[in-house]
């Protein structure tokens, strides 16, 4: 949701800011500020909107240098509580103007703690959740009874790591929240530190040489350092230009996770794109070949990247839950094909923020696989703790070395898609699918339920894919055609069938967040029992046809299912395999991909959908990489 940067080092800590807030921008883009410690004195800016906004309000200040100092922090909003005003954008500080906190998440228990601190004489200028944690600070610095408002604020610091006065007192605060934040807090009189704290929500540290970041994640400090270290669960880091000390909310030291981040600054940068889901787009042969390389050891077994579960645990899964949200839960539907196919483990796909809601039969033979790019998705984390709490088996697959899911499961697979910035996932849903599939051989080969030679042979097959996916991005022109043509439409249906279904479902939901339009996803068999009332003359409907030579029948089917809709007026614009003839007659467009096995054609179904969505969005004047009202990771329930 929010993107956060905090700094402490030698370069100027508004410029660290501020480069750091556009690669998190795409987090939140309702509003931006910052904050600054320097030359004895606390200085903050904000506004409502993009970043630019922000960096117009610093250019057009008298001074040179507006915001003088070395330690500082940045955040860029996705409004929870209170709209996108100046007034609430971020940071937040006290009574005394010498506290700035920055906030991702939300704080449950707000409303108690406002109405306590209001109780004591506090003034609160926004209608934030944030703003509390400011004035809990004051008063807990402060070393007084609730509600004294200090008049020597800060005692001197100790020299002891950890034990800073304002770590102490994040710590003591913390304690208090209830809900979801990541945290990061400033003091006019503390310049040697940033102190940051978690729960359920991102934070990781970048380590440089003499200069340390906290920050949302590594994209924002990765221009300074690939070093990075991972912060657990209600935990505060005091980072200082030596170093960062961890310790948890009672005080003790912990030790952290040190990675190296395996991608670098250029990654995340638009490459001579205009948008990064162009880039992003294209970038999918790659991403699809990354993430299924080196998947099979030398003896030909399936290989994940951690793995704390046993062969026999794995042999003992008698049920298989997916979670996910939006596009990751697409990729889920997918899965369940493949899965229940090759294992005959039944299957079920839920979207994350439904399943500990509804009291999921769920015991340690269940295998819960949970897919997110972010690894941040609070929906989704909130499942997998249920889901190990009733005893389950967590697998992830995620795109995020470092964030919190993996973290929180039994066995990972990553996919290695490098960074995705566009709001709407391209590359990484290719990903994902691709893990899923791999995920569902890895089953089958260790429950013995197809041969170790089956099991390499789809795993080659698999791999021979992003070849079949730069032919057809080379082939979409036409595609980008008909979206230009068609950006007056009012709406869009997508049909498909078996594995085209999810793919149908995920074009709706790519031309609903990129185009604002209305757009349905629907199993074409279902049309006629309701939706077909829809069909009105000259409505485009595009249809994701299964290959002739999988399923028997089904392909017959849907020939029928366009004949059905085109009859009532429909434009049919109609995705279908080289060769496939059958379909020529009903097709007013007909938009030809590479073949592939049934159970894979997703990986190449799925990209004409993508360049619809984004060259009809485009062709109405919107931005495909930040879309209205959304954020790239979600961190609140
Ligand atoms: C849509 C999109 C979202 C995400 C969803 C889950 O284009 O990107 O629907 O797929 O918010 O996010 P992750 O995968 O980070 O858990």
Redesign the pocket.
């Given at each position: 949701m929010c993107g956060i940067i905090g700094y402490v080092g030698d370069q100027s800590a508004l410029d660290v800011a501020l480069n750091g807030l556009r690669r998190l921008e795409y987090r939140g883009y309702d509003s931006s500020g910052v904050a600054v410690v320097g030359a004895g004195a606390l200085r903050t800016a904000r506004r409502a909107g993009k970043l630019a906004n922000l960096e117009k309000l610093l250019s057009e200040g008298p001074e040179m240098n507006p915001m003088p100092g070395t330690t500082g922090m940045g955040h860029t909003r996705w409004a929870t509580h209170g709209g996108p005003t100046d007034v609430n954008a971020h940071p937040h500080t006290d009574c005394t103007g010498a506290i700035a906190v920055i906030h991702n998440g939300i704080i449950e228990n707000f409303a108690a703690l406002r109405a306590e601190l209001e109780g004591v004489g506090h003034e609160l200028a926004s209608e934030t959740d944030t703003e509390v944690v400011a004035h809990l600070l004051e008063i807990e610095l402060a070393g007084a009874e609730a509600g004294v408002v200090p008049e020597q604020p800060v005692a001197p610091p100790r020299a002891a790591a950890g034990a800073h006065p304002l770590t102490g007192a994040l710590r003591r605060v913390c304690r208090r929240l209830e809900g979801a934040f990541t945290l990061v807090v400033l003091h006019r009189d503390y310049p040697e530190v940033v102190v940051g704290a978690r729960r359920n929500s991102p934070l990781v540290v970048g380590l440089g040489q003499g200069e340390a970041f906290l920050a949302s994640d590594v994209s924002a400090f990765i221009a300074h350092t690939r070093e990075a270290l991972e912060i657990g669960q209600d935990q505060v880091v005091e980072a200082r230009r030596d170093g960062v000390t961890v310790t948890d909310f009672d005080g003790e030291i912990v030790e952290g996770r040190r990675y190296h981040v395996d991608w670098d600054a250029s990654a995340a940068e638009k490459g001579g794109y205009p948008y990064f889901m162009l880039k992003e787009i294209n970038e999918q042969p790659t991403a699809l070949a990354d993430t299924l390389r080196g998947r099979l050891s030398a003896d030909g077994a399936i290989v994940l990247d951690e793995e704390r579960l046993s062969a026999q645990d794995f042999r003992d899964v008698d049920k298989v839950f997916i979670v996910?949200?939006?596009?990751?839960?697409h990729a889920g539907l997918i899965a369940k094909y493949a899965v229940e196919h090759w294992t005959r483990l039944p299957c079920e796909v839920e979207m994350a923020s439904e399943f500990r809601y509804r009291d999921p039969v769920l015991d340690r033979s269940t295998l819960v696989i949970a897919?997110?790019?972010?690894?941040?998705?609070l929906d989704?984390l909130m499942a997998v703790k249920h889901a190990r709490e009733q005893k389950a088996r967590v697998l992830a697959i995620c795109n995020t070395n470092g964030s919190t899911i993996p973290r929180e499961s039994d066995a990972v697979l990553y996919t290695r898609c490098g960074p995705e910035v566009g709001?709407?996932?391209t590359k990484?849903f290719l990903g994902q699918v691709a893990a899923c599939l791999l995920v569902g051989l890895y089953l089958a080969q260790v429950r013995g339920v197809l041969y170790g030679d089956e099991v390499a042979a789809y795993v080659e097959r698999l791999q021979r894919t992003p070849e079949l996916v730069e032919r057809t991005l080379a082939r979409l022109e036409p595609m980008r055609e008909l979206a230009r043509s068609l950006a007056g439409a009012k709406a869009v249906l997508f049909l498909g069938r078996h594995v085209g279904y999810p793919v149908a479902l995920e074009g709706a939901?790519?031309l609903k967040?990129l185009a604002y339009m209305h757009a349905e996803g629907f199993p074409a068999g279902e049309l006629k029992h309701g939706p077909i009332a829809l069909i009105e003359p000259g409505l485009p409907v595009l249809v994701i046809v299964p290959s002739p030579r999988g399923r028997a029948n089904l392909h017959g089917k849907i020939v029928s299912n366009i004949q059905e809709v085109r009859a009532r007026g429909a434009r049919t614009i109609v995705i279908a395999e080289d060769g496939d003839v059958a379909v020529e007659p009903y097709a007013d467009h007909l938009i030809r991909v590479p073949a592939t096995a049934s159970l894979f054609a997703p990986l190449v179904t799925t990209l004409p959908l993508q360049v619809f969505a984004c060259e009809l969005a485009l062709a109405r004047g919107l931005d495909v990489d930040q879309p209205r009202n959304l954020a790239?990771?979600?961190t609140v329930e």
């Amino acid at each position: 949701m929010c993107g956060i940067i905090g700094y402490v080092g030698d370069q100027s800590a508004l410029d660290v800011a501020l480069n750091g807030l556009r690669r998190l921008e795409y987090r939140g883009y309702d509003s931006s500020g910052v904050a600054v410690v320097g030359a004895g004195a606390l200085r903050t800016a904000r506004r409502a909107g993009k970043l630019a906004n922000l960096e117009k309000l610093l250019s057009e200040g008298p001074e040179m240098n507006p915001m003088p100092g070395t330690t500082g922090m940045g955040h860029t909003r996705w409004a929870t509580h209170g709209g996108p005003t100046d007034v609430n954008a971020h940071p937040h500080t006290d009574c005394t103007g010498a506290i700035a906190v920055i906030h991702n998440g939300i704080i449950e228990n707000f409303a108690a703690l406002r109405a306590e601190l209001e109780g004591v004489g506090h003034e609160l200028a926004s209608e934030t959740d944030t703003e509390v944690v400011a004035h809990l600070l004051e008063i807990e610095l402060a070393g007084a009874e609730a509600g004294v408002v200090p008049e020597q604020p800060v005692a001197p610091p100790r020299a002891a790591a950890g034990a800073h006065p304002l770590t102490g007192a994040l710590r003591r605060v913390c304690r208090r929240l209830e809900g979801a934040f990541t945290l990061v807090v400033l003091h006019r009189d503390y310049p040697e530190v940033v102190v940051g704290a978690r729960r359920n929500s991102p934070l990781v540290v970048g380590l440089g040489q003499g200069e340390a970041f906290l920050a949302s994640d590594v994209s924002a400090f990765i221009a300074h350092t690939r070093e990075a270290l991972e912060i657990g669960q209600d935990q505060v880091v005091e980072a200082r230009r030596d170093g960062v000390t961890v310790t948890d909310f009672d005080g003790e030291i912990v030790e952290g996770r040190r990675y190296h981040v395996d991608w670098d600054a250029s990654a995340a940068e638009k490459g001579g794109y205009p948008y990064f889901m162009l880039k992003e787009i294209n970038e999918q042969p790659t991403a699809l070949a990354d993430t299924l390389r080196g998947r099979l050891s030398a003896d030909g077994a399936i290989v994940l990247d951690e793995e704390r579960l046993s062969a026999q645990d794995f042999r003992d899964v008698d049920k298989v839950f997916i979670v996910a949200c939006g596009t990751a839960y697409h990729a889920g539907l997918i899965a369940k094909y493949a899965v229940e196919h090759w294992t005959r483990l039944p299957c079920e796909v839920e979207m994350a923020s439904e399943f500990r809601y509804r009291d999921p039969v769920l015991d340690r033979s269940t295998l819960v696989i949970a897919i997110s790019q972010s690894g941040e998705t609070l929906d989704t984390l909130m499942a997998v703790k249920h889901a190990r709490e009733q005893k389950a088996r967590v697998l992830a697959i995620c795109n995020t070395n470092g964030s919190t899911i993996p973290r929180e499961s039994d066995a990972v697979l990553y996919t290695r898609c490098g960074p995705e910035v566009g709001v709407a996932s391209t590359k990484t849903f290719l990903g994902q699918v691709a893990a899923c599939l791999l995920v569902g051989l890895y089953l089958a080969q260790v429950r013995g339920v197809l041969y170790g030679d089956e099991v390499a042979a789809y795993v080659e097959r698999l791999q021979r894919t992003p070849e079949l996916v730069e032919r057809t991005l080379a082939r979409l022109e036409p595609m980008r055609e008909l979206a230009r043509s068609l950006a007056g439409a009012k709406a869009v249906l997508f049909l498909g069938r078996h594995v085209g279904y999810p793919v149908a479902l995920e074009g709706a939901l790519k031309l609903k967040e990129l185009a604002y339009m209305h757009a349905e996803g629907f199993p074409a068999g279902e049309l006629k029992h309701g939706p077909i009332a829809l069909i009105e003359p000259g409505l485009p409907v595009l249809v994701i046809v299964p290959s002739p030579r999988g399923r028997a029948n089904l392909h017959g089917k849907i020939v029928s299912n366009i004949q059905e809709v085109r009859a009532r007026g429909a434009r049919t614009i109609v995705i279908a395999e080289d060769g496939d003839v059958a379909v020529e007659p009903y097709a007013d467009h007909l938009i030809r991909v590479p073949a592939t096995a049934s159970l894979f054609a997703p990986l190449v179904t799925t990209l004409p959908l993508q360049v619809f969505a984004c060259e009809l969005a485009l062709a109405r004047g919107l931005d495909v990489d930040q879309p209205r009202n959304l954020a790239k990771s979600v961190t609140v329930e």
